[in-house]
């Protein structure tokens, strides 16, 4: 288990451009082989180069666990290709496109927007096969933006209240903590890219930042 510090496109924002579960990672084209590399053998994944919807945005676009992959209905045919020859995935028909800013999950349960659809709530029950709650953090709904989580921990934007906290706690079966990424951005998705085996943090990230990741995330 290893954390390493990178940036994509020279931005910290790794997490908006990438995705990763415990088996793969999506990341948008125009990264090098050695970056590539490094982040299959940080997470321990097999990687996938693509963009969805036409957007190097990935990591805002997708979300999921080990079970699916859900994506938006704006993906195109051969985006979704590249991504079935490793994973299943599971197209979401909402009007949401950002399905990473509005879902956290892990492989035991999942958080999700309070006014996402039934589509949305119905494609993270029955297609990643785990219970969802309504949930908010630190008084926004953008519960997947605000948090990161895997099947170790979920670190959480530290605006987050107790009562908040406590919700995601209890929907994914991990303990949580609270901390900041890139030296002080509360959208802690922004600047992490994680799973049980390790993690790829933005560049700006803090020392007391990377402490508290490493010890909620297990790492």
Known sequence: MAIILADVFGSPNIGVYCFANEKIAIVPPGLTHRKIGQFAETLGVEVCNT???GSTLVGALVTGNSNAILVPHTIRDYELERIQRLAKVVVVNSRWTALGNVIL??????VVHPEASANVVRAVEEELKVKSAYGMLGTLPFVGALGVATNRGAMLSPKTSQEELDVVKMALHVETDLSSTNGGVPYVKSGILANSKGAVVGPLT???EL????RTLGL
């Open 51 to 53: 963009t969805i919807a």
């Open 211 to 214: 402490m508290q990741i490493s």
């Open 105 to 110: 999950t892990n492989d035991n349960g999942a």
């Open 206 to 208: 803090r020392g007391a």
